[in-house]
């Protein structure tokens, strides 16, 4: 059975992948914008004090406006930070969207805080309001594709083991990743809301 849901995951990532390529640059900047006014003006957002952003890759929904919105906002803003060899990944506190440029590159090419740099880590000192995720896909369900790793699988596992909680999730994107389902495990979670351009908003809780 898991060997089936497995193959089923490699397949749609591939699909997904190439749908996702033969997006030109100025498509992905314009569903970019359309994702980033909605999610601006949603209500989650606005009352949120701790954010969680990624920094996407070039196949991902454009986070740069969010950034600086949070730090306008006064809000604190938290970005991933992913161990290396494992499937452990942190959220930890930027001071501002400008130090973005000073941070070293992974080998992904996105830019994180050194593994040996002090931050504060947010599960440490209260936790997050809301967590912006990526993927590679979604499904009406809130199922979520990511790339295998388990990164945010884990930490939000481990968020509920430490805060007894979890915090609103809100997945951002491009309407090419909207899937009519996605294979899941027993550790996959549910993404709360996915927000992407167009007139389809879906929202579990």
């Known amino acids: 059975m898991m060997a089936s849901v497995h ?3 490699r397949a749609l990532r591939a699909q997904l992948k190439q749908r996702i390529s033969a997006l030109s640059d100025p498509e992905k900047l314009r569903q970019s914008q359309a994702v980033t006014r909605k999610l601006l003006s949603h209500d ?3 009352a949120a004090q701790r954010v969680a952003v990624f920094l996407n890759m070039p196949d991902e929904i454009q986070t740069g406006d969010i950034l600086h919105d949070l ?13 290396r ?12 969207a400008e130090e ?11 830019r994180q805080p050194g593994e040996e740099e002090c931050r504060e880590e947010a599960l440490a000192t209260g936790g997050l309001d809301l967590v912006l995720v990526p993927g590679l896909g979604f499904d009406k369900d ?31 994107a491009f ?3 909207i899937c009519p389902s996605v294979p899941v495990t027993d550790s ?17 809780n």
Request: charged share 25%; glycine share 8%.
């Open 7 to 9: 193959a089923a995951k």
């Open 188 to 204: 996959d979670f549910v993404i709360d809301e996915i927000l992407c351009a167009g007139d389809l908003e879906i929202v579990q």
């Open 71 to 83: 730090f306008r906002q006064g809000k604190a803003c938290f970005i991933p930070r992913y161990q």
């Open 142 to 172: 809130g199922r979520r594709l990511g790339r295998g790793k388990g990164y945010y699988d884990t930490f939000l596992e481990r968020y509920n083991q430490q805060l007894s909680s979890r915090p609103h999730t809100i997945a951002l």
């Open 100 to 110: 973005i440029q000073n941070l070293p590159v992974t080998s992904w090419n996105i």
């Open 44 to 46: 989650r957002y606005r």
């Open 85 to 96: 060899g494992s499937n452990h990944m942190d959220m930890v506190r930027l001071s501002s």
């Open 175 to 177: 309407q090419e990743q």
